[in-house]
Structures are given as C-alpha cells and as structure tokens.
C-alpha cells in the first residue's frame, strides 16, 4: 500500500517540475514567448476563418510539433553552455543542429498552415 502512495506522490512531483520548467520557458526564453504569441495569432486566426475540426487537430499538432522542438532546443543550448561556457567549434556544430531540428518543426509547421489557410483565400 506504501509502494502506491509513494508512486501517485512521485507522480505528482513530476507533474510539479514539469509545470515549473514550463512556466521558466514561457516567462524567460524569447524564442518561446514568440511562439507563443504567434501560436495565439494563430488561433484567433482559427476562430476568425471557421475551421474544421480536422484543420485543428493540424494545426494545434503544427504548434505542439514546434514549441516541444523549440524547448529541447532551448534545453540543448542550455546544457551546451554549461558544460562549455567559451565557444567551442563541436559545442557549436551541436547547438546549429539543435536549432536545425527546430527550424524543421518550423518549416513543417508553415506547410500545414498554408495547406489550411490557402484554399481559405483563394
């Protein structure tokens, strides 16, 4: 029974942390603020042009895609700098392709909103 409790106590501490680096990343990382706000852009731009619920399941998984690349990139660079404050040639090859993986999420997430938001103006 004690095994239980400690595990839906672990749970929850788990829940804690992730809810703490989640509101670091929204209040102190510029790049995230700026997703989020565009990702808000976004959703009023939504609301605004009717969309299905099939073009929200795509857009919402587009913003998702990129704040979660965005935040392990903010994450990388982090550790990058930890671990070697001066620059680094290898540190920076790791960070640029850090930032590749979230410019993918980036380029993916403007083909699924043009693919959404083209037809709409056309």
Known sequence: MNTERNFFINR????????KGFWILITSEKSIITQVIIALIMTIIGFL????????????LA?????VAE???????KIAD????????????IKDISAGAAFFAA???VIIGLIIYLPKFI
Request: glycine share 4%.
């Open 49 to 60: 042009m009717h969309l299905s619920a099939t073009e929200w399941m795509f857009q919402f």
């Open 82 to 93: 930890f671990i070697h404050p001066e620059y680094h040639k290898k540190i920076g090859r």
């Open 107 to 109: 380029i993916f997430a």
């Open 63 to 67: 913003i998702g895609l990129l704040l």
């Open 12 to 19: 929850l501490k788990s829940v804690k942390y992730a809810a």
């Open 71 to 77: 935040s392990l990139n903010t994450a990388i660079e």
